[in-house]
């Protein structure tokens, strides 16, 4: 008996030793697989990402591929993903499959966790995948564990590293500046790298955001080719970086950029990196958009799945100019318009420095005493009286030199103490590694909802980026800050979100000059541009509609580009979450008329337009026009815009085909949100077609007429 009990443990050991070495990690979404394999020395190998394999037997025949997480000082010749350095000069890592777990999280969320060891070095690096089958879409990030007694320096410390192996690679990149978001570049990858970065601390999306596409093989379309969606849920410093190697092979590291950003990682201590989130499609640009826009809206945004407030804004309207009086008018103007909410923007605070202007009063957020003598509570009790809900502008994170909270806390802010201090928009940036900083931030939303507890809403503004780096806190941990100052933000949302989970807040930052699905999991919306002018804001929204659901997009209707008229500047508004920052007094009679319907409209179209399905009919890159149609999941019902910007003479206007329909269905076709008395000139206005007809031959959408618009409706008829 002895014996058999001995064969029988010898056999399975063997077994074991067979299963190590023979490892299979597949983590798949219902149309794509990422399969990762054991080498027969233990390291993990990344064989394949592409479309989901239909026969699991097939997953032998995969070539074993590259290291999944490559490390620094061993034999590979190109960029790291991690890069540890330890006591006595040592640096070198190599990590060894050890084991993996996989939980269901939910009915089709599944996590996988594959936890690697160095045998000599004491370390260890967890990769910890989240796959969202429905909608393909994989979060994925690492925690690097230093078992050892002694502290180990991190380098490089990536998120993630896919590997890829293709004929040619295309790379989308966004840039932008202030007023000129995303604008999208699409170039070849050649060899070498190819790094989209950015080290402004906080405000870090301002010239680049943390998201990019990469299409293999052939550039994708729309409708065609492999293609892969990659954003990093980081409110801080990034970094992507894309290198091809002598063979033809790419890799793609994603994280936290590690310029100036060395960190200790003490005994027992985990860093666990951010999340690299991709979604890959072989059908297209347009299926993945949609995947990413389900996924957002039923697992990160926040309160993805709820509704919007459509709002009236004064920025534009007054800027800093404003009393009690102006702003109970202006409420009045919301609520006879249909608008849910009334938005008070930056100047409403200080007292030692009133905020009269930008150069002031940041820091001291109580209500400015001969501005609102009746405080924020005066302006919450009208809009109330005014049946609509009140919101409020913030800029938390920032101090102006003149401001009472400067003077008692110089130690609260960044900046290097031997050096002179450098202004943008004549502010500096609180340290928010420091809890101090921390509780005061909080202190500000905690303090304005204990005394106004009807407030409904935050515009949570960010206007400068960390210069001067050197926290008086973090002390000889200098190069902390960059990470931990993005951690003390977050340790100030997570008690807003538990203290709040109602509340609606807009993320802004000049712009959109910090945006990205981490801060989004706290935010509901974001604020694209100060650039409204509406041609200007095609491109934008059209930039962020790969990325970003509409309900997250803020759009408002404003006096930029006066030579637009009011209804193409709101039909552009209403391709994302709809909003007005303008004197509705100065509008004439049928303008006013006609936003009220397209508010109305707007929100009778909610479920279509913020929770439906996005298509990019036409692109604005492509000519003098553009379209983009939402489309209700079950295909009943869709919204389609149509813009002419600047048709040239002469031009042959093509119909364009619809999608998303379906071909059995008759729709009744309508132009809305029409100027009173005007006459639709959309051929087949009112008329009844098949989605099929739709599909194959389309409508007539576009004019020859400059900044034109159309907005129709599609419902199903039968
Ligand atoms: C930033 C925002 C604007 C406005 C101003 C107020 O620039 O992007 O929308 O709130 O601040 O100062």
Not at 165 to 180: I, K, N, P, Q, V
Not at 228 to 240: D, I, P, S
Request: hydrophobic residues 35%; glycine residues 6%.
């Amino acid at each position: 008996m002895k014996n058999r009990i001995l064969l029988l443990t010898t056999v399975l050991s063997l077994l074991a030793c067979v299963s190590y070495a023979q490892k299979v990690i597949r983590i798949s979404t219902d149309n794509t697989d990422l399969i990762l394999r054991t080498a027969p020395d233990g390291r993990l190998h990344q064989s394949y990402l592409g479309e989901r394999f239909l026969a699991e037997s097939d997953i032998a025949h995969l070539p074993m591929g590259k290291e999944v997480y490559i490390t620094h000082g061993m034999e590979d010749y190109f960029e790291p993903a991690l890069e540890a350095h330890f006591d006595g000069g040592k640096s070198s890592v190599v990590l060894a499959y050890v084991d993996h777990t996989v939980n269901t999280l939910s009915p089709k969320v599944v996590e996988t966790v594959v936890t690697l060891r160095d045998e000599l070095r004491a370390i260890a690096v967890r990769l910890c995948y989240t796959a969202y089958q429905e909608q393909d879409v994989v979060k994925m990030h690492a925690e690097i564990v230093n078992e050892g007694r002694k502290p180990v320096e991190l380098v490089r410390y990536a998120s993630s590293m896919l590997h890829f192996r293709s004929s040619d690679y295309f790379l989308t990149e966004y840039s932008g500046d202030w007023a000129e978001e995303a604008t999208m570049t699409t170039t070849p990858l050649t060899f070498g790298k190819k790094v989209l970065d950015t080290k402004l601390g906080s405000r870090a999306s301002f010239f680049t955001s943390s998201q990019f596409i990469l299409s293999l093989g052939e550039q994708a379309t729309e409708h065609t080719g492999n293609v892969l969606f990659g954003t990093l849920a980081w409110t801080g410093n990034f970094r992507f970086t894309f290198e091809k190697d002598q063979e033809g092979n790419l890799r793609v590291i994603s994280g936290i950029n590690p310029y100036f950003s060395n960190y200790e990682l003490k005994k027992g201590e985990t860093f666990v990196t951010p999340d690299f989130i991709y979604t890959f499609s072989s059908k297209g640009m347009g299926e993945a958009s949609r995947h990413l826009h389900r996924w957002a809206r039923k697992y990160q945004l926040h309160q993805g799945e709820d509704d919007r407030y459509c709002l009236l804004n004064n920025w534009e309207a007054t800027y800093f100019n404003f009393d009690e009086e102006k702003l109970d008018h202006l409420m009045g103007n919301a609520a006879e318009l249909g608008l849910d909410l009334f938005l008070l923007d930056d100047g409403w605070f200080g007292n030692k420095y009133p905020r009269s202007s930008d150069n002031a009063g940041l820091g001291d957020w109580q209500a400015t005493r001969d501005k609102l003598p009746g405080g924020v509570g005066h302006l919450t009790a009208t809009a109330k009286e005014k049946g609509i809900r009140f919101g409020i502008w913030i800029e938390p994170e920032m101090v102006n030199p003149k401001s009472e909270l400067y003077e008692k806390h110089p130690d609260w802010v960044i900046h290097q103490p031997d050096r002179e201090e450098y202004y943008f928009r004549n502010q500096l940036v609180l340290d928010m590694s420091n809890p101090a900083v921390q509780d005061y931030v909080f202190g500000i939303v905690d303090g304005l909802m204990t005394e106004c507890p009807d407030l409904a809403f935050f515009k949570w503004d960010c206007n400068s980026p960390i210069t001067n780096i050197w926290s008086p806190y973090l002390k000889e941990k200098q190069t902390h800050l960059y990470v931990e100052h993005v951690r003390g933000l977050y340790n100030v949302l997570e008690r807003v979100r538990a203290k709040y989970p109602d509340l609606r807040m807009m993320l802004c930052s000049g712009g959109s000059g910090r945006i990205d699905y981490k801060a989004l999991s706290y935010f509901t919306e974001f604020w694209a541009s100060d650039n409204t002018d509406p041609v200007a804001r095609i491109f934008i929204q059209y930039g962020y509609s790969f990325f970003y659901p509409a309900k997250a997009t803020c759009a408002h209707v404003t006096s930029w580009n006066r030579n637009a008229s009011v209804k193409f500047r709101t039909d552009v508004a209403m391709m994302g979450k709809l909003g007005f920052d303008i004197r509705t007094d100065e509008m004439t009679d049928a303008e006013r008329t006609y936003c009220k319907e397209a508010i109305a409209n707007c929100k009778r179209l909610a479920p279509v337009i913020w929770d439906g399905d996005l298509y990019r009919l036409v692109s604005p890159y492509e000519g003098n026009h553009a379209a983009t149609q939402f489309c209700s999941p079950d295909g009943q019902h869709a919204v389609v815009f149509a813009f002419d910007i600047h048709p040239s003479h002469a031009e042959r206007l093509q119909t364009v085909k619809l999608e998303g329909l379906n071909p059995q269905t008759r729709y009744k076709v309508e132009e809305i949100n029409l100027m009173p008395g005007q006459r639709s000139r959309l051929r087949g206005n009112g008329s009844t077609y098949s989605g099929d007809f739709l599909m194959k031959v389309g409508l007539n959408l576009f004019s020859e007429g400059t900044m034109q618009s159309k907005v129709i409706e599609l419902k199903a008829a039968d």
